[in-house]
DNA sequence: CCTCTTGTTGAGATCTGATCTCAAGAAGCT
DNA sequence: AGCTTCTTGAGATCAGATCTCAACAAGAGG
């Protein structure tokens, strides 16, 4: 596990509050970083009973927001109804690509969008705290499961040169 | 009113797809092109009860999702928990700074980030339908609340050369 | 190590935004 | 006008998130 330092800033961060270092709080943190992927609050819920990590769901959405308040989770609504949690390394800011047909979740970096993003703040005089950014639309595979649903007695469709891969970090709903 | 064009569009849009025209229908396209603003559904609702137009809730949220669907308003997530909605131009993109001290709600349009995106989803192979970018932070007039309140006795503080002063279409909540 | 204070937890109630149900109503075709 | 089919409205229902409050335990102090 490679969350040693960000295991002291929590706690570090924690005392400096005057917050208490709990079982539960300890559990949670480790959790949502050995989940290396976006999750929600129900899901992490399930996975730390599965471990026979007792937790209540109060206590859940409570120390999900402290993390994030920390600054060591993010909390977004990646799909549409959920917010989803990942944890955050520190300095390496990334975006979404959403797919609505498989519900796959790709994370890209462009550094080319957070200077614009700082400029035009700048020149609203705004104060950015945080960000989203999401692009929802259909991934490679969905758009040609589409396209071979619509018209099914042909194939030998000239296919992309390359198909591009990407980290992708969430499976599709069930 | 200058949505006569916009009107013309949903009622060919309607007719096209077997929908039928009703009052309801109507008096919800105007009421959402007349407010000049990021408005949620029940906002909605309570402003068309004010101007003596009936309409049942299920309807304001079945025909907003019908207006989003032929591309004549947007439906977004700006604030943390409703859905806003936003009458369209055409081939007008603009996305939002969220002020999350007093709620105001800034729109800015940025060429470059939008040809970033187109980029990125080239790269990735991913067919994009629809996007959400926003910014949340404090806005000038917050900031400056903020800092006030911090040391009291302490003014003339020098004052930014000039405030950038952009189209600002969500008042503060209540 | 024991005690006291005070922040934290857990089970379930509650809230909120959104969607669904289904009988009554009305577009629009003829 | 008559008929078919889509649409509406009132209220029930759903899902996700938050709140309540008594029992609990972290951590300071002795
Ligand atoms: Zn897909
Ligand atoms: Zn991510
Ligand atoms: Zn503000
Ligand atoms: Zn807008």
Redesign the pocket.
């Known amino acids: 596990m490679s969350d040693a330092r960000e295991r002291q800033k929590f706690l570090q961060w924690l ?1 400096d509050r ?8 300890l559990a949670l943190f480790e959790e949502i970083f050995a989940q290396h992927r976006h999750i ?3 899901e992490l819920l399930d996975s730390m009973k599965a471990r026979a990590l ?6 859940v ?3 999900l ?1 402290l993390l994030v308040e920390c600054g060591l989770a993010r909390k977004q609504r990646l799909g549409q ?3 989803l949690y990942e944890h955050v390394h520190p300095g390496q800011r990334h975006d979404h690509l959403v797919c609505t047909g498989c519900g796959r979740v790709v994370e890209f970096v462009s550094p080319g969008i957070a200077a614009l993003q700082g400029e035009i703040c700048r020149a609203h005089g705004f104060s950015p705290t945080s960000h989203t950014l999401q692009i929802s639309g259909l991934c490679n595979a969905c758009v040609q499961k589409r396209d071979e649903a619509q018209r099914p007695p042909e194939r030998a469709l000239p296919s992309p040169a390359h198909v591009e891969t990407a980290r992708t970090l969430s499976g599709p709903p069930p």
Chains 1, 2 share one sequence.
């Open positions: 005392r005057g917050h208490r270092v709990t079982a539960e709080r929600d609050a129900e007792k937790i209540s769901r109060a206590t959405y409570r120390n927001d109804n959920r917010f």
